[in-house]
């Protein structure tokens, strides 16, 4: 497992954009295939992107196709998720996850294939 911490979270009127990032210390992210994951109040957490370890592969859930969009920079440790025309809705804590994996390939939707979590970046969209 691989610490990791999130960041960029804050309040932003409905429209309008967030970048968050996902990063860890005196670790590489390079063979970990990455995720982002949200959870509003009284909903479970829910899928929101991933990405392969090479770029090459990537998922979005269906409420966020088109609005979002996860990027990495494996030479900074870091994974992003842009937030554009941002809704009510959007509105939860966002947690990234990693899973090591030997496939460059690699990626992956439920919860129970990441064994890294951060501990979340809260995003409140104001309507």
């Known amino acids: 497992q691989v610490p990791l911490v999130e960041s960029g979270g804050g309040l932003v009127q409905a429209g309008g954009s967030l970048r968050l990032s996902c990063g860890t210390s005196?670790?590489?992210?390079?063979?970990?295939?990455m995720g982002w994951f949200r959870q509003a109040p009284g909903n479970e957490r829910e899928f929101v992107a991933a990405?392969?370890?090479?770029?090459?592969?990537?998922l979005y859930g269906d409420s966020v196709k088109g609005r979002f969009t996860i990027s990495r920079d494996d030479a900074r440790n870091t994974v992003y998720l842009q937030m554009n025309s941002l809704k009510a809705e959007d509105t939860a804590v966002y947690y990234c996850?990693?899973?090591?994996?030997?496939?460059?390939?690699?990626?992956?939707?439920?919860?129970?294939?990441?064994?890294?979590w951060g501990q979340g970046t809260l995003v409140t969209v104001s309507s």
């Open positions: 996850a990693g899973r090591f994996t030997i496939n460059m390939d690699y990626v992956s939707t439920p919860q129970t294939d990441f064994g890294s």
């Open positions: 005196g670790r590489t992210l390079s063979r970990y295939a």
């Open positions: 990405i392969s370890w090479n770029s090459r592969n990537i």
